[in-house]
């Protein structure tokens, strides 16, 4: 008989009996191989060279030194990727804070950021540099449908959002603040005209140091006052600014001291259509709000802008995903 047909009876022996027949090779002792074996030989019983070990078609096994067991037992940190979720507690629960990632592309007007609450259409004009930048969304409240991006949200920085409060940050790239921003809602001026209906503020940081913080109103002022005076005024920390028209049309910029006494302020204030703004030689992430009054009454007012609580979020979101 040839060697080509012992060959063929042997084929078709195996055939006959099934694959079930047949026995795979399974060298002993070989971690993660076998079975029953799914642990790391002690190193105490490694020897100090490697082991050659058997198997299948040839190949050599050879057990891991104790460096390399080692180094198999460490375990690898995970790349931190976005979305990356930090949770907050709070006095009823917990709520999340996530970060995303925003690759805008320029030359689009619009673009979609799915979140965990749901869809953004982020709007910018069509000159908006494109790039990589980073959303951190509070998540303690329904979210905008719709929200334009902030002409000075740039490649590179990070852009925090809480709904709930309606307030939003511009962080840079080291997470130095670049600006602060908070809406104030329509007709809740206690009946009073609309150029003291407040509707956002902002506060913006310059690169090579100052800052300015400007409240935008309702209306510009119609320059009709049946009040001895009417004012917009800024609590900026433990400070208090006002720009104060008097019936006449006059206008006076004034700073008052811890006792509440008001002295004119020399510092640079702009009064111009519907926007106030001060502008400041010094940076200061102090806490901030804006009131409006007249002679008569109390208008409206802003809650105090919480830097000392964003700031916090910062740190955690920031140690949770770098």
């Not at 004009?125 to 334009?148: E, K």
């Not at 490649?155 to 962080?171: I, N």
Request: some cysteine.
């Amino acid at each position: 008989m040839t060697l080509f047909n012992r060959f063929v009876i042997v084929l078709l022996s195996m055939a006959t009996v099934g694959c079930s027949a047949i026995t795979p090779y399974l060298p002993e002792g070989v971690p993660f191989l076998n079975a029953e074996s799914t642990e790391l030989p002690s190193t105490e019983d490694t020897p100090a060279t490697p082991v050659s070990v058997p198997t299948p078609f040839g190949t050599e096994w050879v057990n891991p030194t104790e460096e390399a067991a080692r180094v198999i037992n460490t375990p690898t940190p995970v790349p931190r990727s976005l979305p990356c979720l930090s949770p907050i507690t709070v006095e009823n629960g917990i709520i999340e804070m996530v970060m995303y990632e925003l690759v805008w592309r320029q030359t689009e007007e619009t673009q979609l950021l799915e979140t965990r609450g749901g869809p953004i259409e982020f709007s910018a004009p069509v000159t908006f540099p494109g790039g990589l930048r980073r959303v951190l969304i509070i998540h303690n409240a329904p979210l905008p449908a719709q929200m334009a991006l902030p002409e000075l949200f740039e490649p590179g920085q990070t852009l925090v959002l809480d709904p709930a409060q309606r307030m939003w940050e511009v962080r840079n790239s080291d997470g130095s603040l670049r600006a602060q921003h908070m809406s104030d809602p329509l007709e809740d001026v206690r009946g009073l005209v609309e150029n003291l209906d407040i509707l956002e503020v902002e506060r913006q940081f310059g690169d090579a140091g100052g800052m300015l913080v400007r409240v935008t109103n309702a209306e510009p002022d119609d320059g009709k006052y049946i009040w001895t005076f009417e004012g917009v005024e800024l609590i900026l920390g433990g400070q208090r600014f006002a720009n104060r028209t008097l019936a006449d049309g006059q206008t006076l910029n004034l700073v008052y001291d811890g006792e509440g006494q008001p002295s004119d302020y020399g510092g640079s204030v702009i009064k111009q259509a519907e926007t106030f703004t001060w502008s400041f030689d010094e940076a200061s992430n102090a806490p901030f709000s804006i009131k409006t009054y007249t002679s008569a009454s109390e208008g409206d007012s802003t809650i105090i802008f919480p830097t000392d609580q964003l700031q916090a979020l910062w740190n955690q979101i920031t140690s949770t995903c770098g």
